[in-house]
């Protein structure tokens, strides 16, 4: 039960809408500040960690303005949009279980996240970009989409805001429509946000550390994803079995089993097989497993793999921040195998979103690997963001949870 308190009094829907900054620059060219002549608003509306909770904000200042000085304590600066920087108008943001930690570990008062916005993924449109963004590769109009990294968000820089100024290195191109099967059809951004967020990332660092050389060699591999059925495991899933492996997913409820047969894999059910371990050695006693992508955290089927992985097979796991990963990361990899440790390999991995990963899911889905962004129920709006958190918070998501962010 999440308990994020909503200062809905502090909701105002208007933008403010005085006359717009001047423009810097309208035309677009190498090592010179780029800005769009659309209008931009002096103010923009933003989710903040107050003193009263989570409080949407319709004064946020615009990120890159100047700080209103005594004299001119109601206008403000037009946002400076330095080294190789995009000012983005964000359409969408995703949720991360990553954003509940940071909201419940770190409070709004510290000195250096004073008032913090929370959010790591987004979608928006490039608005203005700074003078080292190479313009061959990103221009005012195009749509982009990625995940803000970790010191950002704990720095109080996120996602759930109407702009966003953030570094060229960790965005990736929307594609404008799908390869493969749904071939031809329109990408969206409610879509996009959460595959080129940190659940695509997570996944495609995932895949990217079985080792296997090339797509072609994940022909015939046997895999279980463990969490399938949420954020960064129906991306899994359908990667693997884009690459042509054969995926099982595990599931524990009747949408999740939908959802995972959309994505390509076989279910699963863990509520329907006590324990599911044992059922894993029925399963694939015979017939062992090659990697198993543990998406949900559980020790006990890393613990009782020998039974359905290969000697040589990897169990790659997601689960356990930093702090709480410790304890795995010592007992299953650092541990010998003379002292317990399970004789399988274990990985570990924390996710740090950037060029190479947002990257890679743009070739994926321009190539057909990807064939769809699963959004759990319906998109959530801006005002909804206490709800969506609750919906996370869960852990029941199906697919990824969605906020409309603007138009
Ligand atoms: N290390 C990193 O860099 C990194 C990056 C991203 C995420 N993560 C972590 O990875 C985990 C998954 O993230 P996410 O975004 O995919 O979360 P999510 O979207 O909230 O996952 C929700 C899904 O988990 C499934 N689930 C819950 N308990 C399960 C269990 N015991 N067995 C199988 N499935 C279960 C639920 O399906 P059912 O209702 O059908 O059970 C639900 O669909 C989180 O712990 C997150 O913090 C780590």
Redesign the pocket.
Known sequence: MITLQFNITNIHNTIHTTSPPSPTQSTVAQHQPIMATSDLPPKMRAWTLTSAGLTLSPSHPLPGSAPPTASSATTQSPPTITGNNLLLKITHAAL???DL?ILRLFPHWLPFRRNPTPGFDFCGRVVGAGPDVDTNEFTVGDVVCGALGAGDVFWGKGSLAEYLLVSSSLVAKKPKTWGGLNGGNEVSGEEAVGLFG??G??AV?MAQTAGVSSDADWKGKRCLV?????????ILTQILKGKGAEVWG????A???E??TQCGGKVV???DHHP?TAHLAELFGEDKLDFIFD????QDMFSQSPGYLKKEGKFI?????PSQ?VVPYVKNKLRPVWLGRTPREFE?????PGKKTVREVGRLVEEGFIERGLV?GGVWEMEELVKAYER??????????VIRVGE
């Open positions: 991360n279980p990553v930690h940190i659940a990332q997570t660092l463990n969490g399938a059925s949420g954020g960064v495991g129906s595990t599931t524990g409820s949408e999740g089993e959802l995972v059910n863990y509520k599911v998406c949900a955290g559980s796991s997601i689960a356990g921040g990963g570990l991995l924390l996710l740090i759990d996370l918070g869960s852990g029941r998501a199906k697919g990824k949870v």
